[in-house]
């Protein structure tokens, strides 16, 4: 139960944060890198480690996150 509050609330924040993001890059960044420790958290807690898994998962998240932002922002993509 707690993970699931865990994985809402740092999706909840990187919605309200993408807001103030002015590049494509930045928000992609910031939502796959939420995306990515919240599903590194659940991941990481069925083998014990948590914080491990939330810290690659969200460092894969927000790298992938900003190549795909990048790559709609280049292609002058839907905002």
């Known amino acids: 139960m707690r993970i699931k509050f ?3 609330a740092i999706t909840l924040a990187a919605l309200v944060v993408t807001a103030g ?6 928000n992609g960044a910031l939502i796959g890198g939420a995306l990515g420790a919240g599903t590194g958290a659940i991941i990481g807690s ?3 480690h ?3 898994g ?3 998962g969200g460092a ?4 992938g996150g900003a190549i795909i932002g ?3 922002e280049q292609r002058g993509g839907p905002r």
Request: glycine content about 12%; proline content about 0%; aromatic content about 0%.
């Open 6 to 8: 865990l994985v809402v």
């Open 70 to 72: 990048n790559q709609t």
């Open 60 to 63: 894969a998240g927000a790298v």
């Open 50 to 52: 948590t914080g491990e």
């Open 54 to 56: 939330a810290l690659i």
């Open 21 to 26: 993001c002015a590049t494509r890059t930045e």
């Open 46 to 48: 069925q083998s014990g």
